[in-house]
């Protein structure tokens, strides 16, 4: 089982829809949660952090954890084509500053 | 935010041979990583530098094939020994940051390297 699991996508949504990215892991000492964006030959770019469980909202993206269950997702509101690209979800176990990173999730967001 | 400048940003270099990627922070930091990220897949930690110590390298990288140096608080070198076609990556150095109580990554513009 991989530490962290993301469907390798493509996720393909209309522009103006919502769409659902979803990550779970497997350690349960993990403490930080992160969603990074990356364009095609980029580096990546946070998006969102998380620690609690819940909701965390930044403008158009909210961020949701649920501890118990192991899973993360990211909600992109109104999602512009602009959005299209990869997101890989990255766990940070207590005790560990590195990342651990899923093989992210292709976004494309259709005009 | 950190800003964070990697050298070269891109290299194509001959089998057999060794290339040496710089990261600089404009900022002092405590910990460094370097991550390698294959084509088509996600991002897998090589190794953490902390400046003033030995590099600590994840299971099935070792220090022979990609030493590191962390001389100071902003700057880290990692070298793509001996060099094969399956080291062709994109290499990125990430800093950790505090920000507003809680410690976040931040990555360099990545190194693509070509191995031929």
């Known amino acids: 089982q991989k530490e962290v699991e993301q469907n390798s996508g493509p996720l393909s949504v209309p522009e103006g829809a919502i769409a659902s990215l979803n990550c779970t892991y497997s350690d349960r000492v993990s403490q930080s949660f992160f969603w990074y964006r990356q364009y095609s030959g980029k580096s990546p770019e946070l998006i969102m952090s998380?620690?609690?469980?819940g909701d965390k909202e930044d403008g158009r993206f909210t961020a949701q954890l649920n501890k118990a269950s192991q899973y993360v997702s990211l909600l992109i509101r109104d999602s512009q084509p602009s959005d299209s690209a990869t997101y890989l979800c990255a766990v940070n176990k207590a005790g560990r500053r590195a990342l651990t990173f899923g093989s992210g999730t292709r976004l494309q967001v259709q005009p | 935010s950190a800003v964070i400048s990697q050298k070269p940003s891109r290299d194509i270099c001959q089998r057999g041979t060794s290339l040496t990627i710089q990261c600089q922070v404009d900022?002092?930091?405590?910990?460094m990583f370097w991550y390698r990220q294959q084509p088509g897949q996600s991002l897998t930690l090589i190794a953490t530098a902390n400046q003033g110590s030995e590099a600590t390298y994840e299971s099935g990288f070792v220090i022979d094939k990609f030493p590191i140096s962390r001389p100071n608080l902003t700057f880290s070198t990692l070298t793509v020994s001996n060099m094969s076609p399956e080291d062709s990556s994109i290499y990125l150095c990430?800093?950790?940051?505090?920000?507003?109580?809680?410690?976040?990554?931040?990555f360099g513009p990545g190194t693509r390297l070509t191995v031929l």
């Open positions: 998380i620690y609690s469980n």
């Open positions: 990430s800093v950790d940051k505090r920000m507003a109580s809680t410690d976040t990554q931040y």
């Open positions: 900022s002092q930091v405590t910990m």
